[in-house]
Each structure stands twice: as structure tokens, then as C-alpha cells.
């Protein structure tokens, strides 16, 4: 609690001076009337409802990098490869660390192509708030109170966004650029856009490349005899080496 009564007292003694940050626990106490308590459990609720809804949606997408590992066995030697360049000689046995993971370019690559192809929906809902209108470039105009979805389609599959062959999963579509997993921009909205953007991005590709690096070495991720490229098959983890 030391940051909440930090943040209360410089609002308190600052006023409309006070360069609030921009994050949820700011949001919270900004419902807080000044010199009433603010209540723990609630926020203790709050950040945890947060935290709960970071986990399914990063364990969503790296499930879909594990189906792309059996649906697209080209790239799983290159990326054991690489495994074994960064990591050195030990590379089965030790631990992962953060310089480890800037490292690995191909894994990072075969991320945000996983995202990229994993993200294909009309949503991400936005509603018209604060002005009377909305003029979009063609002449359309959006009353306020619109709510307004987005065609990730359009976004993810335009050759002008993604290069050639949009429609095809590629795994070093991304290696050789600035584009990296965490990335987002007009080309990427997996994780939003914007001042609005999830925070957390670069964490959760963080999880998901040291989940993926401990299971490419440690398991050879394939589907079931006779099963090829389903998205709702059982997956088979074969253990490369006794664990």
C-alpha cells in the first residue's frame, strides 16, 4: 500500500497539478472520494480480476504457437537451433534468462506470425464518447453513442501491412525487422493500439518465449498419427531426452 498512500497524498496536496500516471491502480483511485479510505479488499480484488484476465489470453496464444509447432514442422529445427546458439552448451539443462530471450529472434518471428494468424475476427468493440461525431476519410460519419467493430481481416491479411502472401503462415516473416512480438502498429492489434494498448504486452511475450523454449527442449510437439494440420486435435509432447 506505501504507492496508494504516496499517490493519495500528492493528489491531496497538488490538486489539478499533479501529473497523474496512466494506469488502472491511478483509475481505481480516482473513484475514491478525497479523505475516505480506500478499502483493500476492493483493490486487491480489482488487480486480481486483472491478473486473471492476462492469464487466459496468454495461455490462449501459446497454445496456438504449440499447434503451429506440430501444424508447421519445417521451422522446428531452426528454432531448436537457435536454442542451442543462445543458450549455449548447455542449452537442454539451463535456465533461461532475459538476455536469453532478446536473443531469440526466430522464436520472436514465429510468435507474432502465430498472433498475426490467430487474431482474425470482427471486434475489438470502440464506442463514440466525447464528441458529437466522428468523420471518417470516406465521408462516413459516426454519431455519437456508435459502437464500432474492427475488421482484423482487413488488417491482418493486406499485403500492404503484412508483405506477400498475407494469407500464408510464415515464421520469419518478421526477422530483419523492428517488428517484434511486443510490437503493436496499424499491422498488428493483437494486443490493441494506441494509449490503450495492453501494458502487460511485454510480459506476456516473455511468458510465452520461456514456455516455448522449455518445450522445444525438451519435447518434440506433433499431432496424433493420421491428423494433419486440425486445430482441435489432441497434441503428442514426445520427450527428446529423459527429463
Known sequence: MPIVHERRRKMEELGESYQQPVDSLQAYLNTVPPGQPVDE?????????LVFFSIHTTTKRTTICLYNLAKYPQYLPELVQEQRQVLGDDWADGTVTLSHLKELHKLDSFIRESLRLSGRSIALP???????????????????????????????YSPELQGPDPREFN?????????????????????????HAC???FFAVHEMKIALSL?????????????????????LFTPIKSC
Not at 41 to 48: H, K, N, S, V
Not at 219 to 228: A, C, D, E, I
Open 41 to 49: 479488499m476492493e483493490l486487491a480484488t480489482m488487480m486480481l480480476t
Open 215 to 235: 518445450i522445444l527442449k525438451r519435447y518434440l510437439v506433433t499431432f496424433p498419427p493420421g491428423v494433419q494440420g486440425s486445430d482441435t486435435a489432441p497434441l
Open 126 to 156: 470502440h464506442k463514440i464518447i466525447g464528441m458529437d461525431e466522428w468523420r471518417l476519410p470516406g465521408g462516413y460519419v459516426l454519431p455519437k453513442g456508435t459502437v464500432v467493430n474492427i475488421n482484423t481481416d482487413d488488417v491482418y
Open 171 to 195: 515464421a520469419w516473416r518478421f526477422l530483419g525487422t523492428d517488428k517484434g512480438a511486443a510490437r503493436i502498429g496499424p499491422d498488428m492489434i493483437a494486443f490493441g493500439l494506441g494509449r
Open 199 to 201: 501494458p502487460g504486452r
